[in-house]
């Protein structure tokens, strides 16, 4: 009988860890989902503080409850990276990955309005706080399906490359006859200008700024807002596809050890660090 790999044995957790890494990091149990919510809950009223604290009269008037709610997040979050760390087997790894670093972006400023003394010649540490909206970035950790949304967009870029450059290639050769159609007389005064036109006007947005004037060149721009209303369609045709494949290929299961997720439904080890899934 083969003998087990002792490092293999080690990112298996056991106990209160591996209860806690799925109450945390997994989103497929009831406790998973009402942490998720929770925590969802949490970053948005946050978020909502910090933009309250920005307006001058709600500041001056609440402002000590703004300053004690903030307190109450930051140790609320405090707790929460401290229990990610906790559950992990290696907590670096984790701590140094994207949303680890967002999550201590997230606390760090508050924590510094205690080490560093206010002062006119400090005011600029208030730039800071800025950072709790770091906050909003943790919303897509625990959302199982945008892990969908990253690999569906992973798996189409050589398509949606190919699309970019077709759109790219037609609007200049759009842009540039409606240079030559209208002219500078008529607020197109050069082929870039005109390009800026078409991409405006295929993409629906419309600003008004230039607009032509002759029936030719507004035969050309309904032909242009025609186009951009199919063109819209295709990258979603194509991301969506790529969703549908994704999701039905992968699980929700987190590596204890590394924290990453979209592996095979039958998968046994991390595909990223070779780790044990529980």
């Not at 907590?91 to 680890?100: D, I, L, N, Q």
Request: glycine letters at 8%.
């Amino acid at each position: 009988m083969a003998e087990q790999n002792p490092a293999l044995e080690k990112s298996v957790l056991t106990g209160w860890r591996a209860r806690l890494h799925e109450i945390i990091y997994e989103t497929d149990t009831p406790a998973g989902r009402f942490f998720d919510a929770s925590l969802i809950a949490a970053i948005v009223l946050s978020v909502i503080l910090v933009m309250l604290d920005s307006v001058s009269w709600i500041s001056e008037d609440y402002g000590r409850a703004l300053y004690a709610a903030e307190w109450f997040f930051t140790a609320f979050f405090t707790i929460e990276y401290a229990l990610r760390l906790a559950c992990v087997v290696r907590p670096a790894r984790y701590a140094t990955s994207f949303f680890g670093i967002v999550d201590l972006l997230a606390i760090i400023p508050t924590y510094l309005d205690l080490l560093v003394p206010g002062g006119r010649y400090l005011l600029v540490i208030r730039v800071l706080r800025v950072l709790r909206i770091f906050r909003t970035f943790g919303l897509f950790e625990y959302m199982n399906e945008g892990m969908y949304i990253v690999q569906a967009m992973k798996a189409s870029r050589k398509k949606i490359s190919v699309f970019l450059l077709t759109v790219l290639t037609l609007v200049v050769i759009l842009g540039s006859l409606m240079y030559l159609i209208e002219g500078a007389e008529n607020g197109f005064t050069s082929i870039p200008r005109s390009i800026y036109w078409a991409i405006v006007t295929m993409t629906t947005v419309g600003y008004g700024d230039v607009a032509p004037k002759t029936a030719l060149g507004m035969g050309l721009a309904s032909f242009v807002m025609i186009l951009g209303y199919a063109i819209l369609a295709v990258p979603t045709g194509i991301v969506t596809v790529e969703m549908v494949h994704a999701s039905s290929q992968k699980s929700s299961q987190s590596c204890p050890s590394c924290c990453s997720e979209g592996h095979d439904k039958d998968a046994v080890f991390c595909k990223c660090c070779g780790g044990r899934l529980n």
